[in-house]
T-cell receptor, first 117, second 114 residues
Framework: AQKITQTQPGMFVQEKEAVTLDCTYD???????LFWYKQPSSGEMIFLIY??????QNATEGRYSLNFQKARKSANLVISASQLGDSAMYFC??????????????FGTGTRLTIIP | KAGVTQTPRYLIKTRGQQVTLSCSPI?????VSWYQQTPGQGLQFLFE???????NKGNFPGRFSGRQFSNSRSEMNVSTLELGDSALYLC?????????????FGDGTRLSIL
């Protein structure tokens, strides 16, 4: 079984500062993928970044980067130079890659990020 | 490219009724998944359809069912509604190959049970 833990229910960060959102996971799957999604108050889930368990380098997408530490089973999201529009819920999710075509995502409980002007 | 479209956006029902939610995936996507989001349970996987077949299923009672049409559009049905079914129901589409392909979500249908 897969489990995602996000220990920060809420965070307040000053605009333009960098922020790290924590995510730890537990799985017995030999191959897995980790996703981060952003959910504004409107409800839509927006895909941010992906990291595969066998990827040698940490993923980066614009202002988003993923600090992947496989031995510690952590996949923290780093947002550089935060903006007011970054205020939202952020979810870490995992997918088992062992079975081809598996789409199911297991989500954490989320972190509500508020950017302060 | 149009995104995932869910209808309706809001729905109010009473206990015992049934409801049907609709999802139109991104053009070319063959997989549609459904998730339930509640404050207490968070985001939970309901089921996934690929090429009109249910390929994966979460731990929900049989009152929750779905189907997918030949054009990849999907519907989700909940029968004998209970107060605990009040939730945001999210639909997500993807090519269907899993792996590193992210699911793309719609805005959701907010269902309230009175």
């Amino acid at each position: 079984a897969q489990k995602i833990t996000q220990t920060q229910p809420g965070m307040f960060v000053q605009e333009k500062e960098a922020v790290t959102l924590d995510c730890t996971y537990d799985t017995s799957d030999p191959s897995y993928g980790l996703f981060w999604y952003k959910q504004p108050s409107s409800g839509e889930m927006i895909f941010l970044i992906y990291q595969g368990s066998y990827d040698q380098q940490n993923a980066t997408e614009g202002r988003y980067s993923l600090n992947f530490q496989k031995a510690r089973k952590s996949a923290n999201l780093v947002i550089s130079a935060s903006q007011l529009g970054d205020s939202a819920m952020y979810f870490c999710a995992m997918r088992d890659l062992t079975n081809f075509g598996n789409e199911k995502l297991t989500f954490g409980t989320g972190t509500r990020l508020t950017i302060i002007p | 490219k149009a995104g995932v479209t869910q209808t309706p956006r809001y729905l109010i029902k009473t206990r015992g009724q049934q409801v049907t939610l609709s999802c139109s995936p991104i053009s070319g996507h063959r997989s549609v998944s459904w998730y339930q989001q509640t404050p207490g349970q968070g985001l939970q996987f309901l089921f996934e359809y690929f090429s009109e077949t249910q390929r994966n299923k979460g731990n929900f009672p049989g009152r929750f069912s779905g189907r997918q049409f030949s054009n990849s559009r999907s519907e989700m049905n909940v029968s004998t509604l209970e107060l605990g079914d009040s939730a945001l129901y999210l639909c997500a589409s993807s090519p269907g190959t899993g792996g590193n392909q992210p699911q793309h979500f719609g805005d959701g249908t907010r269902l309230s049970i009175l």
